[in-house]
């Protein structure tokens, strides 16, 4: 689909007409500002990864990890005549 100045003119003065000036103006201030905002999250979201980044110490347990009793599966389970 190819679109030309002429169908980019008509598309807008029928948008125009539909919506009025002022409706077509506050969405485009709204749309601004999102964009911004967005924008603006971004770049905050990547610093907080620099930051994080450089900063960043891996803990260390100094006890054991804990140990859990094994369970049976519901083929040991059958084997043995008891249900799971």
């Not at 807008?12 to 709204?30: A, E, M, N, W």
């Not at 980044?53 to 389970?77: C, L, P, V, Y």
Request: hydrophobic letters at 35%; proline letters at 0%.
């Amino acid at each position: 689909m190819d679109f030309d100045f002429k169908t980019l003119l008509v598309i807008l003065v029928v948008v125009l007409i539909i919506f009025g000036g002022k409706k077509l103006r506050s969405i485009g201030d709204d749309l601004g500002h999102a964009v911004r905002g967005f924008k603006k999250a971004m770049n905050e979201g990547e610093k907080d990864e620099t930051d994080a980044a450089a900063g960043s110490r891996q803990i260390r347990s100094e006890g054991t990890d804990a140990e859990f009793s094994e369970t049976k599966t519901s083929s040991q389970a059958s084997k043995t005549g008891r249900d799971a």
